[in-house]
C-alpha cells in the first residue's frame, strides 16, 4: 500500500509539473519590444548608465516636519526625469497632446516602464518611490537606500504624473496624479496624510489612497478568475490592486496587459509585462482586487 500511495503522489506530482509548465509557458509569450512606437528610447550610453542604475545608493538624511524628524534615504527620480525622460519625450509632446486621455497614458504607461527598465533592470521596484522624490526618506524595506526606481503605486502614478507635468491632460482629470489628488482633496475638505507618522507627503498617491479613489470597474474575490467580458471592460490605465499593492493595465497590440515595478507577477514572468486575464487571475490568488478607473 505503501508503494502504491507513493506512485500515485509521485504520478500527481509529475502531471501538477506539466500543468505549471504548460500555464508558464502560456505567461511567457512575450510581447514585442519596443512595446510602444511613437516615442522611441535610444540605448543609454556609458555614462549615462554610471549615473544612473540601480545600484547607487543615496545619502542618509533627516528632515523636520513640524516637530518630528524623518530619517532615511531619498529618491532622486527627478534627476532622472530631467536628465533622461523630458529631452527624449519632448520632441513628441505636441503629437501627444492630440491624442485622446486614454492613448496619452496608455503611451505613457509603456514608454515609462520601458525606459526604467533600460536604466534600472526587470525589477525597479524601490520602496517609497516616486517620480517627483514626493515621498518621505525611507528607512526600511527593499531598496529603501537606492537613489532611484519607483514603488508600486510610484509607478502606477506615473504616466498620470507625466500627463500633468507636459501639460498633456489638467489635473482636474488626472485624479491618480499628486496635482489631481490634491485638487480633490481641496475640493472634498481631505487632509494629505500619506507620509510616515501620519505626516503629509505632498499629496504622493499610496496604494492606501489608490484603493479608495476612482470609479470601480470591477472587483474579484480571492482565487476568482475574471471573466472575457470583464477583461473587455479594461481601458488603458485601470489601476489594479488593493491597499499594499497595486499595477496598472496597458494596451499593446489591442490587447490589455498588466505592468508593475515589482510585486507578484511581471517579475517573476522575467520584467515583461503579463496578458491582463492571466495576470489578474495571478493577482487575485493571494486576496480580492479591484479595478480602478479615473478617466472618463
Same mark, same amino acid.
Given at each position: 500500500?505503501?508503494?502504491?500511495?507513493?506512485?500515485?503522489?509521485?504520478?500527481?506530482?509529475?502531471?501538477?509539473s506539466?500543468?505549471f509548465?504548460?500555464s508558464?509557458?502560456?505567461?511567457?509569450?512575450?510581447?514585442?519590444y519596443?512595446?510602444?512606437?511613437?516615442?522611441?528610447?535610444?540605448?543609454p550610453t556609458?555614462?549615462?548608465?554610471?549615473?544612473f542604475?540601480?545600484?547607487?545608493?543615496?545619502?542618509?538624511?533627516?528632515i523636520?516636519?513640524g516637530?518630528?524628524?524623518?530619517?532615511?534615504?531619498?529618491?532622486n527620480?527627478k534627476?532622472?526625469?530631467? *536628465?533622461?525622460?523630458?529631452?527624449?519625450? *519632448?520632441?513628441?509632446?505636441?503629437?501627444?497632446?492630440? *491624442?485622446s486621455?486614454?492613448?496619452?497614458?496608455?503611451?505613457?504607461?509603456?514608454?515609462?516602464?520601458?525606459?526604467?527598465?533600460?536604466?534600472?533592470?526587470?525589477?525597479?521596484?524601490?520602496?517609497?518611490?516616486?517620480?517627483f522624490?514626493?515621498?518621505d526618506?525611507?528607512?526600511?524595506?527593499?531598496?529603501?537606500?537606492c537613489?532611484?526606481?519607483?514603488?508600486?503605486?510610484?509607478?502606477?502614478?506615473?504616466?498620470?504624473?507625466?500627463?500633468v507635468?507636459?501639460n498633456?491632460?489638467?489635473?482636474?482629470e488626472?485624479?491618480?496624479?499628486s496635482?489631481?489628488?490634491?485638487?480633490?482633496?481641496?475640493?472634498?475638505?481631505?487632509q494629505?496624510?500619506?507620509g510616515?507618522?501620519?505626516?503629509?507627503?505632498n499629496?504622493?498617491?499610496?496604494?492606501r489612497?489608490?484603493?479608495?479613489?476612482?470609479?470601480?470597474?470591477? *472587483?474579484?474575490?480571492?482565487?476568482?478568475?475574471?471573466?472575457?467580458?470583464?477583461?473587455?471592460l479594461?481601458?488603458?490605465?485601470?489601476?489594479?490592486?488593493?491597499?499594499?499593492?497595486?499595477?496598472?493595465?496597458?494596451?499593446?497590440?489591442?490587447?490589455p496587459?498588466?505592468?508593475?515595478?515589482?510585486?507578484?507577477?511581471?517579475?517573476?514572468?522575467?520584467?515583461?509585462p503579463?496578458?491582463?486575464?492571466e495576470?489578474?487571475?495571478?493577482?487575485?490568488?493571494?486576496?480580492?482586487?479591484?479595478?480602478?478607473?479615473?478617466?472618463?
Amino acid at each position: 500500500m505503501k508503494l502504491k500511495s507513493r506512485f500515485l503522489l509521485f504520478l500527481l506530482f509529475v502531471a501538477a509539473s506539466i500543468s505549471f509548465n504548460c500555464s508558464n509557458k502560456n505567461l511567457h509569450k512575450d510581447p514585442p519590444y519596443p512595446l510602444q512606437k511613437m516615442i522611441v528610447i535610444p540605448e543609454p550610453t556609458a555614462e549615462q548608465l554610471t549615473e544612473f542604475n540601480a545600484d547607487i545608493e543615496s545619502e542618509f538624511t533627516t528632515i523636520e516636519k513640524g516637530t518630528k524628524k524623518i530619517s532615511g534615504y531619498r529618491t532622486n527620480n527627478k534627476l532622472f526625469l530631467q *536628465k533622461i525622460i523630458t529631452p527624449i519625450i *519632448k520632441p513628441h509632446l505636441k503629437e501627444l497632446v492630440e *491624442k485622446s486621455p486614454s492613448e496619452i497614458i496608455n503611451t505613457l504607461t509603456l514608454f515609462g516602464y520601458e525606459i526604467f527598465q533600460k536604466y534600472l533592470g526587470q525589477n525597479f521596484y524601490r520602496w517609497g518611490g516616486d517620480i517627483f522624490d514626493l515621498d518621505d526618506p525611507q528607512d526600511r524595506s527593499h531598496r529603501y537606500q537606492c537613489t532611484y526606481g519607483l514603488d508600486c503605486s510610484g509607478f502606477a502614478a506615473l504616466p498620470y504624473e507625466l500627463a500633468v507635468h507636459y501639460n498633456l491632460l489638467p489635473k482636474e482629470e488626472a485624479l491618480f496624479a499628486s496635482k489631481g489628488y490634491e485638487f480633490y482633496c481641496s475640493q472634498n475638505q481631505l487632509q494629505d496624510v500619506g507620509g510616515r507618522e501620519e505626516t503629509s507627503n505632498n499629496f504622493r498617491l499610496d496604494t492606501r489612497e489608490l484603493a479608495e479613489l476612482g470609479k470601480v470597474v470591477f *472587483k474579484l474575490e480571492k482565487n476568482q478568475t475574471p471573466t472575457p467580458e470583464q477583461i473587455n471592460l479594461l481601458k488603458p490605465g485601470d489601476i489594479v490592486g488593493r491597499s499594499g499593492h497595486f499595477g496598472i493595465i496597458a494596451f499593446i497590440n489591442g490587447e490589455p496587459y498588466y505592468l508593475e515595478s515589482g510585486g507578484w507577477v511581471v517579475p517573476k514572468n522575467n520584467g515583461v509585462p503579463v496578458k491582463a486575464i492571466e495576470a489578474l487571475k495571478i493577482f487575485a490568488a493571494s486576496g480580492s482586487i479591484t479595478i480602478r478607473r479615473c478617466l472618463e
